[in-house]
T-cell receptor, first 118, second 110 residues
């Protein structure tokens, strides 16, 4: 299957600092990438949809000024958590949708990033 | 309202004991039902996509089936390495977003 790489896999930061998480599609081009947040024993919560070359579309209740998303190329999207607070501690996962071909419609996920804000 | 319900919430099996996981859904105009496997601290791993009732797909010890109301993930002679959370998601015609179930946590004892 297609490969999506996410980095870093875990990060610890101080309250008030900003953290950037990268998501790369390694063997295919992804015009659309998705950012999810997952709490323990809960399913995936879509935060925003990232489209290459345009502004991200945020889900209701997600602060766009706090969770900055940039999708500068067909293989890279970044999520920056600004002025992090302890309640931002969570597991963040990116995904990319396959384009035409055998991956059509399927989502491929990165390994996830565990953020802990002290 | 589009909805996905997975059952059971948790399942414990002995190695070799076959069983099935259920994913019931209500959606307007199904455009795909997806099964994923998620290991602790990892992102979900794609398993199957099903598009129409009657469709079946297999991969090693896993077999996914689909009806108009639900999907089953059958696990034949499971091994301890099959232990994971299995997630189901659907995409409907009115909404391009995936609707996720809460998952079934599977534990296979040796």
């Amino acid at each position: 299957g297609a490969v999506v790489s996410q980095h870093p896999s875990w990060v610890i930061c101080k309250s008030g600092t900003s953290v950037k998480i990268e998501c790369r599609s390694l063997d295919f081009q992804a015009t659309t990438m998705f950012w999810y947040r997952q709490f323990p024993k809960q399913s995936l919560m879509l935060m925003a949809t990232s489209n290459e070359g345009s502004k991200a579309t945020y889900e209701q209740g997600v602060e766009k000024d706090k969770f900055l998303i940039n999708h500068a190329s067909l293989t890279l999207s970044t999520l920056t958590v600004t002025s992090a607070h302890p309640e931002d501690s969570s597991f963040y996962i990116c995904s990319a949708r396959g384009l035409a071909g055998r991956h059509t419609g399927e989502l491929f996920f990165g390994e996830g990033s565990r953020l802990t804000v002290l | 309202e589009d909805q996905v319900t997975q059952s059971p919430e948790a399942l414990r099996l002995q190695e070799g004991e076959s069983s099935s996981l259920n994913c019931s859904y209500t959606v307007s105009g199904l455009r795909g039902l997806f099964w994923y496997r998620q290991d602790p601290g990892k992102g979900p791993e794609f398993l199957f996509t099903l598009y129409s009732a009657g469709e079946e797909k297999e991969k090693e010890r896993l077999k996914a089936t689909l009806t108009k109301k639900e999907s089953f993930l059958h696990i034949t002679a499971p091994k301890p390495e099959d232990s994971a959370t299995y997630l189901c998601a659907v995409r409907g015609g009115n909404n391009r977003k995936l609707i996720w179930g809460l998952g079934t946590s599977l534990a296979v004892n040796p």
